[in-house]
């Protein structure tokens, strides 16, 4: 079964991009975006955005895990650890599906701080600060 986007547009709001012709932040809808339907330059779009990596699209992810409808995308999928890119407002949706459908263990990105994140595992999910590390030179 193929699967298409269809309205799905959280690739263009979760990543960061700085391409010479398109800068956009993390967590902001792009400017290109066309919400509900789709990219308005999706045939002049910058390499990041051609390359991107939708574990739900190329079918390693269950169908019921619709990025637009669970609040999350994957990428990379790997066989003991998936990393997921969750939209903050809907931690909650994120650990609601992860109890129903997953199985394994998973890293969530919820914000612009690399430094924080979140982990489900055995059917929970707890926040995590990393501590910073200084180095001296």
């Known amino acids: ?25 993390e967590w902001t809808m792009c400017q ?7 990219c308005k330059i999706y045939e002049d779009r910058p390499k990041p955005c051609r390359t991107f990596d939708c574990s739900w699209i190329k079918g390693e992810t269950p169908v019921e895990w619709k990025p637009d409808k669970v609040g999350f995308f994957a990428t990379g999928h790997m066989e003991k650890v998936m990393t997921l890119f969750a939209d903050p407002k809907m931690l909650y949706q ?44």
Do not use: H, W
């Open 1 to 25: 079964m193929s699967r298409s986007c269809d309205g799905c547009n959280m690739c263009c709001y979760i990543p960061y991009i700085d391409e010479p012709t398109l800068k956009k932040e």
């Open 32 to 38: 290109n975006c066309d919400v509900g339907v789709g």
């Open 94 to 137: 994120v650990e609601r599906t992860l109890r129903e459908y997953g199985t394994g263990r998973y890293v969530i990105r919820y914000n612009d701080n690399p430094n924080q994140i979140a982990e489900f595992f055995d059917g929970s999910m707890r926040l995590i600060e990393i501590p910073q590390v200084e180095l001296s030179i």
